[in-house]
């Protein structure tokens, strides 16, 4: 039978604050092993907590970006559960009134875009590190330093149908929340989880079926592939006649599978109660609106206002908002007085492969957006082509040399007098009389090969519009 | 000698903290074998703090408001440095590395922190009967419980061991003991005094406060513990009125109300009669008497017991062995570091209200439980709110029974819970109660009054209280050791 | 509502505490009479009360977002049961 998928994901970020949610020990990432502990964080005997401003701004922050309402009164609950990373075997976490409600987010897939629903977000604390022994025996090691720092854990709606729509809401998310600097999203370290809820239901039929929650995600890759694999088990079990049982399952990105984890899940029950530690958090209009000031402008707008503005087409506008520092860096360009739709061509095709091969950042590129225009403007002049221009992209890539420079040191400005041109078009025809003679015989690709052995002759300085021009008039 | 004036004398230098405390330590030598009201008291401790304010400069003692006077400090609130144990063997070793908001006031001061009282063992009980570490008496009768949980705070203060002392009250843990104590037992508004470093039973009930021999002691010490603080969030931002002033004005024009709810049947006989003694003499002294009805007071048992339960279940589950206190040794995985050290360290009041707790919460249970009440917690809440559009104050009995005997109750966990229905109203409200002694029975035994106020209106509590005082001398009434 | 034994195991199960035959026979009878009592409040009508979480109308207590715990506390192992390199150790943790 033909199944359809129902994917929602749950994605934790970690918020950049200074401070953990509930005391003043610091987030900073790769300190010692519990060296950024308080007796608050750790649950000790007496301790209470009280609540990061900063944290708080910062939900606000992603949940007008995602269009949420913001809940006019949110509390705190306490989630109820035994384990050696979480100190006070409870998380504090919003059960019934989170901060953040009813978003969306849209996301393109082939050229189309859809409206994902985000059903909250809300405010939680993050537990300690477990370190496992490496030989598989003795101890394990607990590790608090993360325990108690800010995440915002965002909820969407079953909306996603497929395993790419789940990438690009991902991807979408990951803009957004760069965009408004709340995370630096980094999966590495951790600053940003997912899980992904996922269940089949045969074409046609409304009902959900049976889901499974895939847990250890550590890239929107790996999301992708254990959605096709859960997709695939699935699929295999309903054929079979059997039942899919709603249990949390671990990604293994080695093996590509996902595995069962009943261990964790025994008798789960968390018994959310109200946190009677913490008071109730009221967000008036006031203090939204002032968050709302300091937002800027988002992917979805600027992709909008780059195809506008600047005439260009929804897939160049669409690369180009993906990261900030990506967009400003094209519209420096065009401040330079570049035509855009040139620039979105050359940093699209050019820029974004040499920065991939290379492994580099936008921000530490050597070509600056002054340099691209520079070099636009040679090939305007007519001092380089096209071609040589790729050459002298890649010199300004590795040295951070001025493209006039380069042009200049290399030799490599282009040949446009008409003496010179003829001269080297008048040897290659003599070198290849059969071509010659294909052509007049009526063979027209012919035509073709006879300027490509112009332009490596002149080692490709020729300008091609001139040899065009001459090799035709002398073939007529 | 009051707390008032020791500290008056001690600021002077008619009188050195060091040989004060000295008496303090030998009437401890004397009579606290017997009551047992201390789990930790350390001489050296006592006369290194003694020697250090003994230094002080005669202007450096003006500002301290409880210069040299020793205050006893319950179980379950965090002394850096000190061994901290709420009773329990589960936090046997465990070293508070931090000082309690109350205890850093207490410092600042000039206070003597002086030992630490025994308690049920984590603040549940009312008897101090379900302690690990030993069995507190009744000073007036060694055969009888001091009540509880803050037994030991009560009978340390009144067999005269120490002037002050601090508790904690959940569902009546100050007013209980003091009640049968015969001594003042003050529980603020929930929220007037930071919580922060005492080690929670029931965080929306919780409240710490003082233990005297007679009121205007326990403003004094109120008027050092009371005031926000930025490491609580449930702590107000309320000024805090000069207590020691309030206290002075006459009753005329107060208006007290008498629940009709809280004289029933069960209610012993002698503890009725003094009560109502009590009442005509504030009738006498000026007070307006009038008939109230907080109809939901026969819920207020009911309703505590799975609020506390409740938030006991989760506050108490960071005791697992991993960070302090006992860890069982024989734990080889991770579920048996779990099961053991928590059933070889908790006892079995400790059990019953954590299982009681935990099956109020789990799934299925919760809106039939915990949210009910919850909800009955606001009716709870609007029978006072009413009762105060009429009265200034509520006088009722403070325990419906004088001190019972040690091994009466413990096998009958409800009949235990019922002896604090008098007082666990005034936590599930919010409210100030204070507890003062009206008089003895026959067979020697104190009977408290109980006082209960509006929301932060300690002072009409502290002013009824030592009117009250200044007129009889019930107070004045010490137990033979 | 009577509680069963088999309620007191589940229930001891998940607040981590273990209980010989005897004791479950104990508590199941305890905590019967005590959950009977309670059931006292089904008399009540409490249709569109809301429940009271916080008896004081106190809101948005926050903290500025300032680092105040510098250095670790060297006293913050003090009470460890066990402890190795800076670690809280536990027996081993299967996922």
Known sequence: MKYEPVIGLEVHVQLDTKTKLFCGCSTAFGARANSQICPVCIGLPGVLPVLNKEAVNLSIKTGLSLECTIAPFSKFDRKNYFYPDLPKAYQVSQFDLPVNLNGKLEIQVDGKSKVIGITRAHLEEDAGKLNHDETGTGDSGVDYNRGGIPLLEIVSEPDMRSPEEAYAYLKALKAILEYIAVSDCNMEQGSLRCDANISLRPEGQEKFGTRAEIKNLNSFRNVQKAIYYEMDRQAKMLDAGERVVQETRLYDAVSGKTRSMRSKEEANDYRYFPEPDLVPLVIDSAWSDSIKATLPELPQAKKARFVKEFELPEYDAGVLTTEIPLANYFEECVKEGAKPKVVSNWVLSELLRKLNDNNESIETCKIKPKMICEMLNLIDKGTISGKIAKTVFKEMFESGGSPEKIVQEKGLVQIADTGEIDQIIEQVLSDNTKSVEDFRGGKKNAFGFLVGQVMKASRGKANPQMVNQILGEKLK | ?481 | MSISKEDVEKVAKLARLQFSGEEVETFTSQMTDILKYIEQLNELDTEGVEPTAHVLPIQNVLREDKVTNGKPSKTIFVNAPKEEEHQFKVPQVIE
């Open chain 2, 1 to 481: 000698m009051s707390a008032f004036d020791l500290q008056k004398k001690l600021v002077s230098g008619d009188l050195k903290v060091t040989e004060a405390a000295n008496l303090f330590l030998s009437q401890h030598e004397q009579v606290d074998s017997k009551v047992n009201a201390f789990v930790e008291l350390e001489k050296e401790k006592v006369l290194k703090q003694a020697q250090a304010l003994d230094e002080l400069s005669a202007e450096q003692r003006q500002s301290k408001k409880l210069f040299g006077v020793p205050v006893a400090i319950k179980d379950n609130i965090c002394v850096e440095g000190t061994e901290t144990n709420c009773a329990s063997k589960i936090l046997k070793g465990f070293t508070a590395p931090y000082d309690a908001t109350v205890i850093s006031k207490l410092k600042e001061a000039g206070a003597i922190l002086y030992g630490r009282t025994n308690m049920d063992e984590f603040a549940m009980g009312s008897s101090t009967e379900t302690s690990s570490i030993k069995k507190t008496a009744n000073p007036w009768d060694l055969e009888r419980i001091p009540g509880g949980s803050s037994g030991g705070a009560a009978a340390s203060v009144a067999s005269g061991q120490v002037p002050l002392s601090i508790g904690s009250d959940t569902g009546g843990s100050i007013r209980q003991p003091a009640a049968l104590c015969g001594v003042v037992g003050f529980k603020p508004t929930y929220g007037r005094v930071s919580r922060y470093g005492l080690i929670a039973f029931a965080s929306s009930l919780d409240q710490i406060g003082p233990f005297a021999r007679d009121v205007k002691d326990a403003a004094l010490l109120l008027d050092v513990l009371a005031g926000a603080d930025p490491k609580d969030s449930t702590c107000s931002e309320e000024a805090v009125p000069n207590y020691l002033e309030a206290i002075d004005k006459d009753l005329s024009g107060l208006t007290a109300g008498i629940p009709e709810e809280y004289f029933i049947e069960g209610i012993d006989p002698e503890v009725e009669a003094k009560v109502k003694e009590a009442i005509a003499q504030l009738e006498k002294q000026g007070v307006k008497i009038e008939k109230v009805s907080l109809p939901h007071t026969k819920y207020a048992v009911s309703t505590y017991y799975i609020v506390a339960t409740a938030e006991a279940s989760s506050n108490l589950a960071r005791y697992d062995g991993v960070r302090y206190g006992i860890r069982s040794a024989e734990a080889k995985n991770l579920n048996d570091l779990y099961f053991q050290t928590r059933t070889q360290g908790f006892g079995d009041e400790v059990k019953r209200r954590i299982m009681l707790g935990t099956y109020v919460l789990s799934a299925g249970y919760y809106d039939a439980y915990y949210l009910k009440a919850l909800k009955v917690r606001t009716l709870m809440k609007q029978d006072f709110d009413n009762a105060f559009k009429k009265v200034d104050f509520i006088v009722t009995p403070t325990s419906p029974t004088p001190a019972f005997k040690m091994g009466e109750k413990v096998d009958n966990p409800l009949s235990m819970y019922l002896s604090d229905i008098f007082t666990i109203s005034a936590n599930l409200a919010g409210l100030p109660g204070v507890s003062i002694p009206c008089g003895l029975t026959q067979e020697n035994l104190p009977v408290g009054l109980q006082l209960i106020g509006k929301p932060f209106g300690e002072e009409t509590l502290l002013q009824v209280g030592h009117q009250f005082q200044q007129a009889t001398d019930h107070h004045k009434q010490s137990p033979l050791l």
